[in-house]
């Protein structure tokens, strides 16, 4: 267990650099092992997700070392084709490991994964990509055992464009037979990634970063290195701090297109960004404005995973907002835990009205999922006084040491193990 102790009302002011992206580095992770392999991937993120990882590399064969943010891989010893229940139960990335597992071995036996708790989590846009390719899939429960004497190309249509389905999809068709075309395909900067990691191990894919994605070859590589692209949903969250503390903040290192949406409604609240390249500022004139209504949407939307961070952010703000959120059903759960600190949040089904109030005071939390998590830290710095939350590690899944980043901006947190 984990209390994070954050005395508010401290302006955050200064410059830090964003961890590497968890989210894609899980998928990396998975897709080292579609050929025998040795790579080295930069700037990934020590989080327990990716520890996860890790772990399920090492009991599959392969070598798997994290020395800070460097990762070494070597699959070329894979020797198992099994990941147990409770290495799936970690985290929902694990389930990334099935396209993996079935292009390398043909078979891949696992149960249905983890993860954060947000409502319907289903995995019937995976399964149903994998046996388009001609994968034999049987679920007994929570077991799944797929087999496949060879996969084939396949014309595959998603009618939602789901992150874990495209990334599961992407890896199956590398070693099918045959061209496979993604239509429907998820958009985000992380299968962006992935393609490019995906390009290094030798294969022949484009269109990630549009709805159509194609895979027409592979033609295996036994090395290759890879940096892992800037955490945008970490970049959001300190932007969303910065302005809920009245700061100052430059954010370095990161790719402000890649969530130009939160920045866009930071500005719509009051706050100064000021972007190049490879940063972006926010700078707070101190008190926020309600910005109407904004809704989560698949990328290039509002990511829902930046949702309970804006909401924290915005808790203080002159006037309201109302989210409606869309990709999850229960991705409020911080909401609670909000109302503590004295905030004015109304809920009806996907819609959460949020009216600004003067002050949020200090008061003990419980982190109720990793976003949620992290929104109720952003609450804690605008609020008069301690905030305590209690968590059992969903804020470290995601954050690389959050605590000393936030500290060194001039933030009152600590956090105790
Ligand atoms: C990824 O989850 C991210 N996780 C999530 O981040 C993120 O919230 C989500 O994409 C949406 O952007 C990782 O990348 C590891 P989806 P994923 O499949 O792939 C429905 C975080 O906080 N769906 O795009 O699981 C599903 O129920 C995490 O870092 C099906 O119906 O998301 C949901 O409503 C949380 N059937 C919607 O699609 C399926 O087979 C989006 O899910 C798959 C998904």
Redesign the pocket.
């Not at 947000?118 to 149903?128: A, F, N, Q, V, Y």
């Not at 939602?160 to 389905?165: I, K, M, Q, T």
């Given at each position: 267990m984990e209390l994070w102790h954050i005395r508010g009302e401290q302006q955050l002011e200064g410059s830090c650099f964003v961890q590497g992206s968890?989210?894609a580095s899980?998928?990396i992770l998975a897709a080292s092992i579609l050929c025998p392999l040795r790579c080295e991937l930069l700037h990934v993120p020590q989080l327990r997700?990716v520890d996860a990882a890790l772990r399920i590399l090492r009991h599959l064969g392969c070598k798997a070392e994290q020395s800070a943010g460097h990762v070494y891989i070597d699959s070329t010893q894979l020797s198992c084709s099994a990941i147990p229940h409770e290495l799936m139960v970690e985290?929902?990335?694990s389930v990334i490991f099935m396209g993996a597992l079935i292009a390398r071995c043909g078979e891949a036996r696992l149960s249905l994964p983890g993860?954060?708790q947000?409502?319907?989590?289903?995995?019937?846009?995976?399964?149903?990509a994998l046996r388009q390719m001609g994968a034999d899939i049987e679920e007994n429960g929570d077991e799944i055992s797929c087999r496949a004497s060879h996969l084939h190309g396949a014309e595959i249509l998603f009618p939602?464009?789901?992150?874990?389905?495209t990334?599961n999809a992407m890896l199956a068709a590398c070693t099918a037979r045959g061209e496979t075309v993604i239509h429907g395909a998820?958009r985000?900067p992380?299968i962006v990634a992935l393609q490019m990691f995906l390009r290094s191990m030798g294969a022949a894919v484009g269109g990630a970063g549009t709805d159509t994605i194609r895979i027409t070859g592979f033609q295996p590589k036994k090395h290759t290195a890879c940096r892992i692209i800037p955490d945008r949903?970490v970049g959001a969250t300190i932007a969303c701090a910065a302005a809920a503390s009245g700061g100052d903040v430059e954010l370095k290192g990161v790719d402000p297109k890649h969530f130009s949406t939160v920045l866009y409604f930071l500005n719509q609240a009051g706050c100064d960004i000021i972007s190049s390249t490879r940063s972006v500022r926010v700078r707070s004139a101190g008190k926020l404005y309600g910005i109407g209504a904004l809704e989560t949407a698949?990328?290039p939307g509002f990511?829902?995973?930046a949702q309970p961070v804006l909401m924290a952010a915005l808790l203080k703000a002159k006037g309201q907002t109302v989210i409606t959120e869309n990709?999850?059903?229960n991705r409020y759960r911080q909401v609670p835990e909000l109302l503590r600190l004295g905030a004015d949040i109304s809920l009806d089904g996907r819609e959460a009205t949020i009216r600004g109030v003067e002050r949020l005071r200090g008061s003990a939390l419980t982190a109720t999922?990793?976003?949620g998590g992290a929104a109720m830290i952003v609450a804690g710095l605008a609020a008069q006084g301690e905030t305590v939350i209690c968590d059992d590690g969903h804020i470290t899944r995601?954050y690389e040491h959050f605590d000393r980043c936030l500290r060194s901006l001039g933030a009152d947190v600590y956090l105790e193990y």
């Open positions: 968890k989210n899980l998928p997700d985290m929902r990335s993860g954060c947000l409502g319907k989590r289903p995995i019937d846009l995976h399964l149903s939602f464009p789901s992150v874990g389905a990334e998820a985000e992380e949903i698949p990328y990511p829902t995973d990709i999850f059903e999922d990793l976003r995601g």
